[in-house]
């Protein structure tokens, strides 16, 4: 790609972009700025990844062929009344704040400019991240296809990304961007269980997290429906059917599709 790319806002998920970049072979370090108000947070990104910073959003902006923005969403209008004077013609930017619609965006930029609203998960941050990505109407002209292929190759560098309308982004805020956290709650009682059962701590949430990610790789590679995995699993009369009739009394799938549900409708509030 070889392209100019600039950061505005340096924690966790734009630090897993611009690691995912780097290992990728995107673009090199000295390609590459990050913005952050906090100097301890530049110093740790350009020790960490090699790349430039500032502490001016403006100079990072202004240079680039690429703009991420990743900055919380309350912090988000006052970014771009500062810099979007300074977006060049011809920059692709990038969205990663939640809650943000393209239209929005656009409202606060206040002239035309190539966007795309993205949102990833914090499993980026190992390499297995799931974004979702929508594009602006002038991104969807004809001839900006290699550009939009651009951005989806940076999200497949840290895991799968995928396409979607943007009608779908609550949903997806949903069943990904927030569902991490239900995992971490899910693999937490797992591991409490096992202690309970006398297992060391340490050595329990090795089980429950190993036997998550194990579970999550059959569904992506196998093919089979996860009722197919679960009753390969469910032999007659014994251990794990007595478990999933625990789980079916104590309304285990209903929880998870109200706490998806949950955080769908809170994005579509924000």
């Given at each position: 790609m070889q392209k100019r790319i600039s950061f505005i806002g340096a924690g966790n998920m734009g630090g897993a972009i611009l690691g995912g970049i780097l290992r990728a072979g995107i673009a090199e370090p000295s390609q590459i700025m990050?913005?952050?108000?906090?100097?301890?947070?530049?110093?740790?990104?350009?020790?960490?990844?090699?790349?430039?910073?500032?502490?001016?959003?403006?100079?990072?902006?202004?240079?680039?062929?690429?703009?991420?923005?990743?900055?919380?969403?309350?912090?988000?209008?006052?970014?771009?009344?500062?810099?979007?004077?300074?977006?060049?013609?011809?920059?692709?930017?990038?969205?990663?704040?939640?809650?943000?619609?393209?239209?929005?965006?656009?409202?606060?930029?206040?002239?035309?400019?190539?966007?795309?609203?993205?949102?990833?998960?914090?499993?980026?941050?190992?390499?297995?991240?799931?974004?979702?990505?929508?594009?602006?109407?002038?991104?969807e002209k004809p001839g900006m296809e290699q550009e939009a292929e651009e951005i989806l190759r940076i999200f497949t560098s840290f895991g799968k990304a995928e396409w979607v309308p943007e009608r779908l982004m609550d949903c997806v805020t949903g069943v990904s961007g927030s569902a991490p956290a239900f995992i971490f709650q899910l693999i937490e009682a797992m591991a409490d269980a096992a202690v309970l059962e006398g297992m060391p701590r340490a050595q329990s949430y090795t089980f429950a997290a190993q036997t998550?990610?194990?579970?999550?790789?059959?569904?992506?590679?196998?093919?089979?429906?996860?009722?197919?995995?679960?009753d390969m699993v469910t032999s007659p009369g014994g251990t794990t059917i007595e478990g999933c009739k625990v789980l079916e009394q104590q309304g285990f799938r209903g929880a998870m599709m109200d706490a998806i549900h949950a955080a769908c409708e809170k994005s579509r509030k924000l």
């Open positions: 990050a913005a952050d108000v906090l100097e301890e947070k530049r110093k740790e990104t350009a020790q960490t990844y090699g790349v430039l910073v500032t502490g001016d959003n403006r100079e990072a902006a202004a240079r680039a062929e690429i703009l991420f923005l990743a900055v919380k969403p309350v912090f988000l209008p006052g970014v771009i009344e500062e810099i979007r004077d300074v977006i060049p013609a011809g920059c692709v930017v990038v969205s990663i704040v939640a809650g943000q619609t393209i239209g929005r965006l656009e409202e606060m930029i206040g002239h035309p400019v190539k966007l795309i609203r993205v949102m990833p998960n914090t499993p980026a941050l190992v390499g297995e991240g799931m974004s979702a990505l929508t594009k602006n109407a002038l991104m998550v990610l194990g579970s999550a790789k059959m569904v992506l590679e196998l093919g089979k429906h996860p009722a197919q995995l679960k």
